[in-house]
């Protein structure tokens, strides 16, 4: 799908495209969404006090998702491979800023140290280098340094018949919000609705040593993806990052 048609799909956008030009093309590929109901009090000790809480049906959630990044470039630069193509893991929760629903990343890791520190150069965003080897239908990433571990096997399924208002409520976001120093960075997105496919998990082995009360080897709800073409623009730094 070429950039100016998914540009014109945005009947399934909360507000309207951001203003402005759009600075960055990647894809987010054969994504996987493992979803955690979690206690609120606990994943307040990770979240800036400047970021309310996101609920849904009063309780909030973590996810963490593992997918591949590939051909992520600047506008009017081609994709250079050995920066533009990484695996990556974030683990992210769902808060407001301004009234504007978004994620928030508890932890940004990619498998490749370039790409990682050219990422956080450019965007503020906390990156860290994780060993991590994907085949088919497999997923593995060590962080000796955090002792964190991820492993997983899954297959997946066919496309869900029909979302839940849920599958969308953690799978449809277009802000992501960032602490970063004495700012809030907010950073917009784009893309068509991501196709959502079940998924079964056939072994998982989860071990983050700090998100040990959110995370854990048996997610209430999975999802799997082919991956999105996404959009996104410059970041928007907001001075009042409170304490």
Known sequence: MSINEILNITEHRPWGLPAGPWKYYQEWNRAVFLHWQVDEAELKRFVPAGLEADLYEGRPWVSLVAFTMENIRPRYLPPFPPVSDFHEINIRTYVRYNGRPGVYFLSIEGGSALSCRIAKGLSELPYRYS??????????????GFEDTF??????????????????????????FQDAGHSIN?????????PVCSIGLERIRINYPRFGKLLSDTPGLSHYSTGVQVIAWGKKKYKERAS
């Open 131 to 144: 060993k991590m080897k994907r085949q088919e239908n497999a997923y593995v990433s060590t962080n000796t």
């Open 151 to 176: 492993e997983l096997r899954y297959r997946t399924g066919p496309p869900l018949a029909g979302k839940t208002p849920l599958d969308k409520w953690l799978t449809e976001r277009y802000a992501l």
């Open 186 to 194: 907010e950073f917009e997105t784009h893309h068509v609705e991501w």
